[in-house]
Nanobody, 128 residues
Framework: QVQLVESGGGLVQAGGSLRLSCAAS????????MGWFRQAPGKEREFVAA????????YYADSVKGRFTISRDNAKNTVYLQMNSLKPEDTAVYYC?????????????????????WGQGTQVTVSS
């Protein structure tokens, strides 16, 4: 079991930056693949970014590529999402997710149904 707690959301003007954090409980954080997803009002949840257990491999949605950076600090049991050049269309509740890495499965997981553990979400609002 792992519990995830997101923080760092807020209100920012277009063009601004925010850094989201996701703190995980448990001693085996380094064995989890991690991801960030978001859900805007009236829309389905969508993939944002993912990182493998070591932090050496990352993957991004086209809509955030070049603006967002996912990273992790296994010593602090935390994954981050640095968001730059924010746009109003980035407004959403952002969720982090975790899944145990199993030998033979993908190191990077981009589909929501590949993740077992989810945080409660943090609101990001970008004003124009």
């Amino acid at each position: 079991q792992v519990q995830l707690v997101e923080s760092g959301g807020g209100l920012v003007q277009a063009g601004g930056s925010l850094r989201l954090s996701c703190a995980a409980s448990g001693r085996t954080f380094s064995s989890y693949a991690m991801g960030w997803f978001r859900q805007a009002p009236g829309k389905e949840r969508e993939f944002v970014a993912a990182i493998d257990w070591s932090g050496s491999s990352t993957y991004y949605a086209d809509s955030v590529k070049g603006r967002f950076t996912i990273s992790r600090d296994n010593a602090k049991n935390t994954v981050y999402l640095q968001m730059n050049s924010l746009k109003p269309e980035d407004t959403a509740v952002y969720y982090c997710a975790a899944e145990t890495v199993v030998a033979g499965t993908a190191r990077i997981k981009v589909r929501g149904n590949e993740y077992t553990y989810w945080g409660q979400g943090t609101q990001v609002t970008v004003s124009s």
